[in-house]
């Protein structure tokens, strides 16, 4: 999952290329076909089914970061393909293409020592000279006011207003580089910037950055700035289920399998991909199942990618004949469900969990493209914690996915008895 981005960048404008193969025209909705055999086995015996939603994010994060465009992810959809199968169902792969930012080393030099950072996802490249500026409180546009920093490098805090704000305020000052400095331990993952940036801009770790923060209080301390970044085409590869025969669903269940560089991705989003798997397992034999589509997405971390390939490519009619789709992000740790999206479907959704907590859903996940073509949406989250977009997000509540698993059954059900 990522807040950070509402938008796709702007240098990804018309970048997006989808590689798809049309399926039969009784299908609307165009994607690859991997392979026209369908293996029919056995359900599943209901009872192991727990067992076997926390061993589906066991699998995921024993295969480390699944970022898109790699080899693991290859690994990770083929693994999906076959969890699928197993319990009867046709399964698609469409594949697309995109612009994906890269960081090959990027860096800050203060008195000779070189401080590691990253570039903030979607950052112009450079190499800059200049002095190092503290600007007070977050980078707001008063904030720079106060002080001098044309010509010179910002250093700022991270927080309260969003990335891109900081950076737009600091180029308006006349800053020709900017440090955001995380307001937490470790390193700021994940970030990403709505607009392309004027300036280049590192993030630093608050263990690396604090010091600085401090230490450029004294205006003589001169700095080098390197950003050293690229694009890169990627092909992500969005996983498509459902029972053969099924050309209009009335419901999508979805959540994307990739996870940002270096985190292996269990609560975001292993758990909700092994969600929607168990949703799909447990109504397999039922009718319901000829009623649902459900889609393993791929590029949500890199600006929902996937999500907006898939309905990019759909037909109108196809769009149009949904009743709502289901989202599932984080949905591993915290005991407090929340569930937001379309005000008709929240409200829906408090006759079947009173407990569950509405929410202003953001656009920073799957269900965003959906609800910008007017699709009811439900988005189904647990909220952050402290291992989010970091290396130690490998361990989620077996207990919780069950429950969302549980929940999500009962309005299904509802939603098209």
């Keep these: 999952m990522n807040f950070l981005k509402r938008k796709t960048n702007s240098w990804l404008n018309g970048a997006m290329l ?19 055999v369908v293996d029919f086995l056995p359900k599943a015996d209901a009872k192991n089914d727990n067992n076997a939603t926390y061993a589906n994010v066991q699998a995921l994060v024993n295969m480390g970061a699944r970022v898109a465009g790699t080899p693991v992810m290859e690994k990770a959809s083929s693994y999906l393909i076959d969890e699928y199968r197993k319990v009867g169902y046709l399964t698609e792969v469409q594949t697309f293409n995109y612009q994906k930012f890269v960081d090959l080393g990027s860096n800050l ?30 980078g707001r546009a008063d904030d720079f006011a106060k002080l001098n920093v044309k010509g010179a490098i910002a250093i700022v805090r991270r ?8 950076v737009e305020n600091a180029a308006a000052a006349g800053a020709i580089g900017l440090v955001i400095v995380n307001n937490e331990p470790g390193d700021l993952n994940g970030a ?13 770790s608050g263990e690396r950055g604090n010091p600085l923060l401090n230490q450029a209080q004294n205006p003589s301390i ?32 979805g959540g994307h399998y990739d996870s940002v560089p270096g985190s292996p991705g269990a609560n975001d989003n292993a758990s909700g991909t092994a969600v929607v798997l168990a949703v799909a397992r447990n109504l397999h034999n039922t009718n319901l199942a ?11 971390e890199d600006g929902l990618y996937g999500s907006r390939t898939f309905v990019n490519t759909a037909a109108p009619e196809f769009l149009s004949g949904l009743k709502g789709m289901l989202n599932f992000d984080m949905v591993g ?37 959906f609800a910008d ?45």
Excluded: M
């Design 109 to 138: 030099t203060v008195n000779g020592a070189i401080i590691e950072g990253k570039a903030l996802n979607g950052t112009i490249p450079g190499k800059l000279n200049a002095a190092l500026v503290v600007v007070p409180n977050v």
């Design 192 to 204: 990403t910037l709505v607009d392309s940036p004027k300036i280049p801009v590192l993030a630093l």
């Design 222 to 253: 001169s700095v080098s700035l390197n950003i050293n970044a690229q694009r890169q085409i990627v092909t992500g590869r969005n996983i498509i289920a459902h029972l053969p025969g099924v050309t209009q669903p009335k419901i999508i269940l």
């Design 18 to 36: 989808a590689i798809l193969v049309s399926l039969p025209t009784a299908c609307t909705l165009p994607t690859n076909r991997l392979n026209n």
């Design 373 to 417: 073509k007017n699709v009811p949406v439900l988005f189904f989250y647990r909220g952050q914690e402290p291992n989010y977009h970091t290396p130690n997000d490998k361990t989620i509540d077996p207990k919780l996915l069950n429950a969302t698993t549980q929940v999500a059954l009962d309005i299904v059900k509802k939603l098209l008895k």
């Design 159 to 166: 927080g309260e207003i969003r990335f891109s704000q900081k």
């Design 290 to 300: 000829r009623q649902a589509w459900f889609v393993a997405f791929d590029g949500e």
């Design 333 to 369: 740790v915290n005991n407090q469900l929340r569930i937001g999206g379309t005000s008709s479907l929240t409200a829906f959704t408090k006759t079947i969990d009173p407990n569950a907590k509405n929410f202003a859903a953001n656009g920073g996940s799957d269900h965003a493209p």
